[in-house]
């Protein structure tokens, strides 16, 4: 039997995480999403995503905030997680510096994106059971 891997994307531009749920979607993955930080927090206390794609600038709670308090769960600290922003790449990594295994920017390219997805989760969106 198998069951898809599952990705949470968190980011609270509507058209992106649409974008995202159905690139992946279409490559298999069971893919929810969060429009912020909170948001995402609860999903992945009931949800036990495989990876995370979070964006930065969120409302309610951003994404640094939100990679801080998944590193400091034992149960999250080692959930791969792939930031995907609009920022600076210096205005993010010197806030998650060794707390995220990814950095895109933001325009992306969604192929690339999923490509990267499936290397962190080790090839298609369906684990064997």
């Known amino acids: 039997m198998t069951t898809a891997k599952r990705v949470l994307v968190v980011d609270d531009d509507l058209a992106v995480a649409e974008l995202l ?37 969120m409302p309610v709670m951003d994404g640094l905030e939100t990679v801080r308090q998944l590193r400091d769960r034992p149960e999250t600290a080692h959930l791969p997680i792939i930031m995907l922003t609009a920022c600076a790449a210096e205005d993010v990594l010197g806030g998650s510096t ?9 325009p992306f390219d969604p192929d690339a ?12 969106g369906e684990v064997s059971e």
């Open 98 to 106: 060794g707390q995220v295994d990814l950095y895109m920017a933001k």
């Open 21 to 57: 749920r159905m690139a992946l979607g279409n490559e298999g993955f069971d893919v929810a999403t969060a429009g912020n930080g909170a948001a995402g927090l609860l999903a992945i206390g009931t949800r036990r995503p495989d990876l995370v794609i979070l964006d930065v600038v």
């Open 113 to 124: 994106l999923v490509a990267a997805v499936k290397r962190m989760l080790g090839g298609t």
